[in-house]
């Protein structure tokens, strides 16, 4: 049966089209409950996007919540794949609160998650689906990817408490220079300790043009492996119509309680907010007890609603 997506809203057509688009890179669909136990997201509340949950005893007597999230039904239902690589797509609903007056509100996402025996393969691929994604949304975006390994080996460096290193890497996720720069006066640090990190934050660009620095940046600090981790998995873009729309940018920080390694955020003209999210978080798979490795992102389809017709792709 063919549909005529004539009759679909722009958040039905580009769900759809992702859901064709990860299929067609033999990622399976994962569906999930509305519901899941309130145990799984108290207990990893920091991973959530807001502190709110929604929550109900259900005629069994346990507490519920309406989900606020898909990646930790994925990780908590999964197992161990040693030597495997397992590939899932998803299109939920989640629940969160916005920071508006309005609090709660279903919100519709697409994503994917691969996890197992991970190499540089999987992590290439999976940032070359978050660009075809973002592409899929609206011709005029760009895919902003950092590496946190390099940006925390550069604070550990400076920061002389964990407090300070807190402050230090919520002002680098906001490109807050000065910032840092008093954060280290306040701690009797000397003057220009904190150069090396302003500098690794001011480079921004291709990975063509900035990659040089950053290997010549990281080999000084000690992480020049996670320089060329970088480095490798950006070549999936050497030579494409997607490398110009890559951009290297340090202050894309994400969770750092939950990711680690690689990570990405999508942006599209238009819409002030990042579309995309995600990246690599192996520390979230520690914390629940799982040894496999993991690399994913969400696409939020609501805020798409803001393009025009002029923007959007169309099939």
Same mark, same amino acid.
Request: hydrophobic share 35%.
């Given at each position: 049966?063919?549909?005529?997506?004539?009759?679909?809203?722009?958040?039905?057509?580009?769900?759809?089209?992702?859901?064709?688009?990860?299929?067609?890179?033999?990622?399976?669909?994962?569906?999930?409950?509305?519901?899941?136990?309130?145990?799984?997201?108290?207990?990893?509340?920091?991973?959530?996007?807001?502190?709110?949950?929604?929550?109900?005893?259900?005629?069994?007597?346990?507490?519920?919540?309406?989900?606020?999230?898909?990646?930790?039904?994925?990780?908590?239902?999964?197992?161990?794949?040693?030597?495997?690589?397992?590939?899932?797509?998803?299109?939920?609903?989640?629940?969160?609160?916005?920071?508006?007056?309005?609090?709660?509100?279903?919100?519709?996402?697409?994503?994917?998650?691969?996890?197992?025996?991970?190499?540089?393969?999987?992590?290439?691929?999976?940032?070359?689906?978050?660009?075809?994604?973002?592409?899929?949304?609206?011709?005029?975006?760009?895919?902003?990817?950092?590496?946190?390994?390099?940006?925390?080996?550069?604070?550990?460096?400076?920061?002389?408490?964990?407090?300070? /290193?807190? +402050? @230090?890497?919520?002002? #680098?996720?906001?490109?807050?220079?000065?910032?840092?720069?008093? !954060? =280290? $006066?306040?701690?009797?640090?000397?003057?220009?300790?904190?150069?090396?990190?302003?500098?690794?934050?001011?480079?921004?660009?291709?990975?063509?043009?900035?990659?040089?620095?950053?290997?010549?940046?990281?080999?000084?600090?000690?992480?020049?492996?996670?320089?060329?981790?970088?480095?490798?998995?950006?070549?999936?873009?050497?030579?494409?119509?997607?490398?110009? /729309?890559? +951009? @290297?940018?340090?202050? #894309?920080?994400?969770?750092?309680?939950?990711?680690?390694?690689? !990570? =990405? $955020?999508?942006?599209?003209?238009?819409?002030?907010?990042?579309?995309?999210?995600?990246?690599?978080?192996?520390?979230?798979?520690?914390?629940?007890?799982?040894?496999?490795?993991?690399?994913?992102?969400?696409?939020?389809?609501?805020?798409?609603?803001?393009?025009?017709?002029?923007?959007?792709?169309?099939?």
């Amino acid at each position: 049966m063919t549909i005529d997506d004539r009759v679909m809203d722009t958040r039905e057509k580009i769900g759809f089209r992702l859901r064709e688009l990860y299929a067609g890179y033999g990622y399976s669909r994962y569906r999930m409950s509305k519901f899941e136990e309130y145990d799984l997201y108290s207990r990893h509340r920091d991973f959530l996007f807001s502190d709110g949950v929604i929550t109900f005893t259900d005629t069994g007597g346990r507490l519920m919540a309406l989900k606020p999230d898909v990646t930790l039904s994925i990780v908590k239902n999964g197992k161990d794949t040693p030597g495997e690589v397992r590939r899932l797509y998803y299109h939920e609903h989640v629940y969160r609160v916005t920071g508006a007056a309005d609090g709660f509100r279903e919100q519709t996402q697409v994503g994917l998650e691969c996890t197992g025996d991970l190499r540089d393969g999987e992590t290439a691929e999976v940032l070359k689906l978050a660009s075809e994604s973002l592409k899929l949304c609206a011709e005029n975006h760009v895919l902003e990817v950092s590496h946190l390994g390099i940006l925390e080996a550069f604070v550990d460096m400076l920061a002389p408490n964990p407090r300070a /290193r807190e +402050r @230090i890497l919520e002002c #680098a996720g906001e490109k807050n220079l000065h910032g840092i720069s008093g !954060i =280290c $006066r306040e701690s009797g640090l000397a003057e220009g300790a904190e150069e090396p990190l302003r500098r690794l934050l001011t480079l921004g660009g291709t990975p063509r043009s900035v990659m040089p620095a950053v290997r010549q940046l990281a080999a000084d600090f000690g992480c020049g492996s996670a320089a060329a981790e970088l480095s490798r998995a950006l070549t999936v873009f050497t030579g494409t119509e997607a490398e110009g /729309r890559i +951009r @290297i940018d340090f202050s #894309a920080t994400g969770n750092l309680k939950y990711y680690n390694g690689i !990570i =990405c $955020r999508g942006f599209i003209s238009g819409i002030p907010d990042c579309v995309l999210s995600g990246g690599q978080y192996d520390t979230l798979m520690r914390t629940m007890g799982r040894r496999d490795r993991a690399i994913g992102f969400a696409v939020f389809l609501d805020p798409l609603e803001r393009l025009t017709e002029v923007e959007k792709v169309h099939a």
